[in-house]
């Protein structure tokens, strides 16, 4: 069965300081992995997705994933942590029609 | 260009009842998909439609059903409701276009719905 793993339901940062968010996808998933932030009683708002060609991927608001096949994951990461990146964080797979989805992982960002 | 549109964006009713729930995609996309989200089971896939039939089907009982019109516009169908039917249901939106895959789903704001 298709199955995407995000590690660590809640992560906490200090405001400037690293973020990484982890992902890992079954191999069953076709390789197409988005991650996507969700705020309070709002949608989904996609951050980047990753397709085919470079691995390393650049979305919106600094934060950037690298698609590793040989872990079967695809890690966020943001440099330096903002307030306002305070959120829910799902990391997804699939096909453009069905999407398969992690568990999410809240981000709490503390001055 | 308007994003997706979800109406109503919060519902309240009771066990038994059903409720219609309506979608209108980006213009020009031709998919919608339907996803449940709840605190329990994360995020499901429900169905997809695309030129008016149903593409995919996740797994839900038979009293969740859906269907799209010519305008691409979705609405979503749940009879007999029960309390773990409480959720926000969320509809996406993409192309469609034939034999891409990995084209990108935008999803609208959502529906709140209470079952007491």
């Not at chain 1, 690293?18 to 708002?45: A, D, E, I, T």
């Not at chain 1, 040989?70 to 069905?98: R, V």
């Not at chain 2, 009713?13 to 213009?27: A, D, E, N």
Request: a positive charge; hydrophobic letters at 35%; charged letters at 15%.
């Amino acid at each position: 069965a298709q199955s995407v793993t995000q590690l660590g339901s809640h992560v906490s940062v200090s405001e400037g300081a690293l973020v990484l968010l982890r992902c890992n996808y079954s191999s069953s998933v076709p390789p197409y992995l988005f991650w996507y932030v969700q705020y309070p009683n709002q949608g989904l708002q996609l951050l980047l997705k990753y397709t085919t060609g470079a691995t390393l991927v650049k979305g919106i608001n600094g934060f950037e994933a690298e698609f590793k096949k040989s872990e079967t994951s695809f890690h966020l990461t943001k440099p330096s942590a903002h307030m306002s990146d305070a959120a829910e964080y799902f990391c997804a797979g699939g096909t453009a029609s069905k999407l398969t989805f992690g568990t999410g992982t809240r981000l709490q960002v503390t001055l | 260009k308007a994003g997706v549109t979800q109406t109503p964006r919060y519902l309240i009713k009771t066990r038994g009842q059903q409720v219609t729930l309506s979608c209108s995609p980006i213009s020009g996309h031709r998919s919608v998909s339907w996803y449940q989200q709840t605190p329990g089971q994360g995020l499901q896939f429900l169905f997809e439609y695309f030129s008016e039939t149903q593409r995919n089907k996740g797994n839900f009982p038979g009293r969740f059903s859906g269907r799209q019109f010519s305008n691409s516009r979705s609405e979503m169908n749940v009879s007999t409701l029960e309390l773990g039917d409480s959720a926000l249901y969320l509809c996406a939106s993409s192309l469609g276009l034939a034999g891409v895959r990995q084209e990108t789903q935008y999803f609208g704001p959502g529906t709140r719905l209470l079952v007491l």
